[in-house]
């Protein structure tokens, strides 16, 4: 948010040249600002704001050479002060060119670079923002060891430095410096040596770095102790944190939740009010403040909220009226607040920031210093909104625990790929070692607004709309492994996580990308995808719908308007190399025992554990004890905690009956040594079996993915199946209420997630066959595209003078921007698309 006017800025009367100077041509700044002291104090500010930029596109149109950057640094020795006073921007990025000619031979090819930093300070005293993208030689330590001396009194530390790629390491003493003491946003991605040290000298910290907002830290090789030291050095001081591209795992997820997020919670658990009946409650489970029960909790719906449907899901919140005026959030003391779901999230992007601090357009001043530091994004909100996680080494269940720790305060949420773990944060013991599964199973819950309040901007695994987990092995071509896990994998997953992810789970979402898609598919992706292109036609419709013609009518969501399929590469070409002896039928593990996912082992509990670590299981098959029908009668649906008397962990199983038939089942699980922090034990009341509600097919699938979930309680061991490190029960989600579950019950979800797994002796390798039967998905996606615009332009074209066609129905075209973006075999994304 801008700095508000002051009085007399406000009522001052307007010089006519400040209206007619952003629509002057920049090739004519410079005669213009000789005309008068008038002129040029209107005009030089645009003029001089963004030298590079406006002399190698506007002025000189001399892209990408060097040797005018040297002219210029020349030249400035001649310009006076107060000329030299208004840059505020250095932008070299894509400056490369010719090499310096003979006059300028003073070794000003490749190192000059470097040497020309360290005459900015002095040249530049005004200078914000620097970026010196693509230039790998540069050592940008040259900027720090200035002579202060040398420095005039009106030098501003810069605010924004982006220094990614260069490969020269970085000194300790370079955060120490009263040079970078003001930076707002940071950039020292894929740059040469680590960030352990300067963490571990305290000397990049918020001491040294006390504004700093905005941190990206690709490729640093940063593990969980240095992710730690980043989360202890900054605590909620960013708001927006890069780490894609290093070696995160689950542990270094918890650290960040335990140090980079709010405590500030904006969801909501009242059950009563106009947002419970859009969005729904959480209703917290007892005990909450312990470790494993900190952020489970149920969710409560409303006869609306589960459908998303509600009449009035599109309004965007009332505004919040405060006692106090608003005005700076005061440093140290964030406090997040939940957008009204239209307003523009802040762009944490170089340009967007170098735009805002240095007004690099041409067409706009640079605002005040006294101003700069009350922008919006040169404030604390309260712990990270902006976060990007891509390929991290951690897992889905890292990145579920993470999102509800959040407390609905992410914006912008980056995480490419996750891997399918167990409870334990590995695969189970009876999946190969070369077998891989990615993806994000089960969560479609928590991208509501009812747990991601703020969240506007995605970018993860398709799996969350098409419920296809990717697999990769060694032994097998990737276009097999597509085969297999959209063969098999997929309709366990429908089976056991039945909700996948839609637009109007989150009209508050304006940007999804999906990653990771298949080139190739046996038709459920393709339909999947092309069901969630109709699904965001028809949200456009109903906004549409709900628009009133009247001045006064509310202001409403924009609904999802930008999708963007990321896919990867395209794997035909393996097909040739596919042998042709691999039969249809031929079971996958009497071909090659690795690939078997069960093998011997028989699944669940195939692993031999110690006796001091297994639950005790006393199982009352008869269900007449006198426990058991006073459970019957009030079903468990909260924690008991209690003190412990050091009791070893044990387990009691009791069946349930009801007129003779089976309808569930109660087990109580204790751990005394779970709550490691309080010294408490606690027991749970899991509910491990029972049948489906609802009717038709919908009843069928539910009870068997129930029945399922039962048999791996029932024929192995109990603690297996809840987890080798004595996970307890959760929260039955609103997934696994889709499902089957009950309302209100706990569940061993490590035993639920075994469903996806089950019944894989049948896995057989595809035939050559089957393999080319498989249809391209870009082609596919394409051509459904161009058959709905068709069919809108024939819809627009007979209403005439009538105006525009309704969206949605008939002809499902949905006016938002398509990207496809294809990955080639260099593991970059190219060859973008825009399908209109």
Not at 96 to 108: I, K, V, Y
Not at 219 to 244: K, P, Y
């Amino acid at each position: 948010m801008a700095h508000p006017p002051s009085y007399q800025d406000a009522t001052r009367k307007l010089d006519w040249l400040e209206i007619v100077a952003p629509y002057a041509h920049a090739r004519d700044y410079a005669r213009l600002c000789l005309v008068s002291k008038r002129f040029h104090r209107h005009f030089a500010p645009r003029l001089w704001n963004d030298p590079l930029t406006a002399a190698n596109t506007l002025l000189l149109n001399r892209d990408n050479d060097l040797e005018w950057y040297y002219h210029f640094l020349e030249h400035v020795k001649d310009v006076r002060a107060a000329t030299c006073a208004l840059v505020t921007c250095l932008d070299l990025r894509g400056l490369g060119g010719r090499p310096a000619s003979a006059e300028f031979s003073l070794d000003f090819s490749g190192p000059s670079l470097t040497a020309t930093l360290r005459r900015l300070p002095a040249a530049f005293p005004r200078l914000r923002s620097i970026l010196l993208d693509g230039h790998p030689d540069v050592d940008a330590g040259a900027l720090v060891v200035a002579s202060p001396s040398s420095v005039p009194p009106t030098f501003e530390p810069p605010l924004l430095l982006s220094i990614p790629h260069c490969q020269i390491k970085l000194p300790t003493a370079f955060f120490e410096s009263a040079y970078v003491t003001g930076l707002v946003y940071l950039d020292v991605s894929d740059m040469s040596g680590s960030l352990k040290a300067p963490l571990t000298q305290l000397v990049l910290s918020s001491a040294n770095l006390p504004r700093l907002r905005i941190l990206k830290a690709q490729g640093r090789e940063m593990d969980d102790a240095t992710a730690l030291l980043l989360f202890q050095a900054f605590g909620d001081q960013l708001w927006s944190l890069d780490l894609s591209r290093n070696n995160l795992t689950d542990r270094g997820l918890s650290f960040m939740c335990e140090w980079a997020f709010s405590r500030h919670s904006l969801r909501s658990d009242q059950t009563s009010g106009e947002r419970f009946e859009v969005e729904g409650a959480l209703s917290f489970c007892p005990g909450d403040d312990s470790e494993p029960f900190r952020s489970f909790c149920f969710v409560k719906e409303s006869p609306w909220s589960a459908t998303y449907s509600h009449p009035q899901r599109y309004l965007v919140d009332a505004p919040v009226y405060t006692r106090d005026v608003q005005g700076p959030t005061p440093q140290g003391i964030p406090c997040p607040v939940r957008l009204n779901g239209r307003v523009k999230i802040r762009d944490d992007s170089a340009s967007s920031i170098q735009k805002i601090l240095s007004a690099n357009s041409m067409h706009l001043i640079p605002q005040l210093e006294e101003h700069v530091h009350d922008l919006d994004i040169c404030q604390g909100h309260g712990g990270i909104t902006h976060l990007y996680l891509n390929e991290n080494n951690i897992s889905a269940q890292a990145v579920v625990q993470m999102i509800r720790s959040t407390t609905g305060q992410l914006e912008h949420l980056d995480c490419d790929s996750m891997f399918l773990h167990g409870p334990s944060g590995s695969l189970p013991k009876w999946m190969p070692r070369t077998a891989k599964l990615s993806g994000i199973l089960g969560a479609a819950h928590l991208f509501r607004p009812l747990f991601s309040s703020n969240l506007q901007v995605l970018r993860i695994h398709h799996s969350l709309v098409t419920q296809l987990p990717s697999l990769e092995t060694d032994d097998l071509p990737t276009i097999a492994n597509l085969w297999l896990a959209e063969t098999f994998l997929l309709p366990k997953a429908e089976l056991a996580y039945p909700e996948a992810f839609v637009p109007d789970m989150n009209p508050r979402l304006q940007s999804l990308t999906l990653t990771r898609i298949p080139r190739y598919s046996t038709g459920r992706v393709i339909e999947k995808l092309i069901g969630f292109l109709k699904l965001a036609s028809v949200q456009e419709r109903a906004i549409q719908d709900a628009q009133v013609s009247t001045r006064r009518g509310p202001f409403l969501l924009l609904g999802l308007r930008r999708i963007r399929l990321e896919f990867e590469h395209d794997p035909s070409e393996e097909l040739a190399e596919f042998s042709d002896s691999l039969e249809l039928g031929v079971p996958i593990n009497s071909v090659t025992q690795e690939f078997s996912f069960f093998g011997n082992s028989g699944g669940w509990g195939s692993s031999p554990t110690t006796e001091s670590s297994t639950p005790t299981i006393t199982s009352n098959n008869t269900g007449s004890g006198k426990n058991s029908n006073k459970s019957h009668r009030t079903p468990p649906t909260s924690v008991e905690r209690h003190t412990g008397g050091g009791r070893q962990p044990h387990s009691s199983v009791s069946e349930l009956s009801e007129n003779g038939q089976e309808s569930g089942r109660l087990v109580e699980l204790h751990h005394p040594e779970t709550d490691s922090q309080s010294g408490l034990d606690f027991s749970v009341s899991g509910w491990t079996c029972g049948g489906g509600r609802g009717g038709g097919d919908g009843k069928s699938r539910r009870t068997t993915a129930v029945h399922e979930y039962l048999s791996f309680l029932r024929d192995r061991d109990l603690h297996t199946a809840a987890g080798t490190n004595r996970t307890p029960p959760e929260p039955a989600s609103p997934n696994h209420v889709a499902a089957g579950c009950p309302p209100g019950s706990y569940i061993f979800t490590a035993a639920w997630d075994a469903i996806l797994f089950s019944d894989c002796q049948s896995m057989r390798k595809p035939t050559r066959l089957e393999l080319e039967g498989m249809r391209d998905v870009v082609g596919a996606i394409k051509a459904y595209r161009l058959e709905t615009r068709r069919a809108f332009d024939t819809a627009r074209r007979m209403n005439g003078r009538s105006g525009m066609p309704l969206l949605g129905e008939p002809h499902f075209h949905w006016s938002g921007r398509l990207e496809v973006s294809m990955k080639d075999t260099m593991a970059h994304y190219h060859a973008s698309r825009y399908w209109r």
